[in-house]
T-cell receptor
Framework: EPEVTQTPSHQVTQMGQEVILRCVPI?????FYWYRQILGQKVEFLVS????????KSEIFDDQFSVERPDGSNFTLKIRSTKLEDSAMYFC?????????????FGNGTRLTVT | AQSVAQPEDQVNVAEGNPLTVKCTYS??????LFWYVQYPNRGLQFLLK??????LVKGSYGFEAEFNKSQTSFHLKKPSALVSDSALYFC??????????????FGGGTRLMVKP
């Protein structure tokens, strides 16, 4: 069964550094998402992406964050200058259609640790 | 705005007994409701969804959930729990009104512990 894959599984970076989290969504999916989960807290929506542009973003997704689909397969989340509070598990997700009832398929996540 | 509440941080049940994980939601329009399960160091896996029709929906691994519009609830159930069901369970909702966007809003999660 096709899966969403995320790399790396764990990223450690120093405060102020830039990080890029990478995702390969399921190949025939059209909608892409980033969510994050701070340890012990709920899963929070960051951004959704369709047709090569952001369709929605949350308050968390400020100017330090950006997303890109550089080619036909990858979907990346960049944090320009990481802060301690960016430490979290970041999940990429995709879904196949515009229909609201199609479920999201999540990757296994990238654990980002900012020191 | 849409929101989801999972009132129990943890549910403990003995293997073989029925389990219920509670979820209530709030949306402006009609809801699409989902349950996801998260095993340690893994992403969220889709279990089941309610879109329309029969209020009782069946999903993966023997799980089912009952949509109750009057109580705005979507509790997850299983008739006989297995130790391997122990995981973190998330309820999620998407509002179907035109201006609600396409994002899922998740509850805080409930840890299910099934003991032998």
């Amino acid at each position: 069964e096709p899966e969403v894959t995320q790399t790396p599984s764990h990223q450690v970076t120093q405060m102020g550094q830039e990080v890029i989290l990478r995702c390969v969504p399921i190949s025939n999916h059209l909608y892409f998402y980033w969510y994050r989960q701070i340890l012990g807290q709920k899963v929070e929506f960051l951004v959704s992406f369709y047709n090569n542009e952001i369709s929605e973003k949350s308050e968390i997704f400020d100017d330090q964050f950006s997303v890109e689909r550089p080619d036909g397969s990858n979907f990346t989340l960049k944090i320009r200058s990481t802060k301690l509070e960016d430490s979290a598990m970041y999940f990429c997700a995709s879904r196949v259609s515009f229909s609201y009832n199609s479920p999201l398929h999540f990757g296994n996540g990238t654990r980002l640790t900012v020191t | 705005a849409q929101s989801v509440a999972q009132p129990e941080d943890q549910v403990n049940v003995a293997e073989g007994n029925p389990l219920t994980v509670k979820c209530t939601y709030s949306v402006s329009g009609n809801p699409y409701l989902f349950w996801y399960v998260q095993y340690p160091n893994r992403g969220l896996q889709f279990l089941l969804k309610y879109i329309t029709g029969d209020n009782l929906v069946k999903g993966s691994y023997g799980f089912e959930a009952e949509f109750n519009k009057s109580q705005t609830s979507f509790h997850l159930k299983k008739p006989s729990a297995l130790v391997s069901d122990s995981a973190l369970y998330f309820c999620a909702v998407r509002d179907t009104t035109n201006n609600a966007g396409n994002m899922l809003t998740f509850g805080g999660g409930t840890r299910l512990m099934v003991k032998p």
